[in-house]
């Protein structure tokens, strides 16, 4: 079984900064690509960055040039560095795995999701 555990939300200040980090655990074969997605209440779930195994990444427009995606292949893990935040970024983010597996093959997964909250 594969799991995908996110850390790093919380309530910040408008401006301030978060980091979000996503951790893949399990019998996986490889991952070929980590992204992250936020939805706030009322809305649908949308992009926010998305990063392959190569290292090619894609940005919503709403948030390039303040934050950035990276990523650990050797640990498994996507981190998301979120700076100069504003209140239309508060959501529920969620992480996402597309993967391989021995047994089950290919398929993608989510996390629980974790709260950024950010105040004016």
């Known amino acids: 079984q594969v799991q995908l555990v996110e850390s790093g939300g919380g309530l910040v200040q408008a401006g301030g900064s978060l980091r979000l980090s996503c951790a893949a655990s399990?019998?996986?074969?490889?991952?070929?690509?980590m992204g992250w997605y936020r939805q706030a209440p009322g809305k649908q779930r949308e992009l926010v960055a998305s990063?392959?195994?190569?290292?090619?990444?894609n940005y919503a427009d709403s948030v390039k040039g303040r934050f950035t995606i990276s990523g650990d292949n050797a640990k498994n893990t996507v981190y998301l560095q979120m700076n100069s935040l504003k209140p239309e970024d508060t959501a529920v983010y969620y992480c996402?795995?597309?993967?391989?597996?021995?047994?089950?093959?290919?398929?993608?997964?989510w996390g629980q999701g974790t709260q950024v909250t950010v105040s004016s």
């Open positions: 996402n795995a597309r993967l391989v597996t021995v047994v089950l093959g290919v398929f993608a997964t």
């Open positions: 399990g019998n996986i074969f490889s991952i070929e690509a």
């Open positions: 990063i392959t195994r190569d290292g090619s990444t």
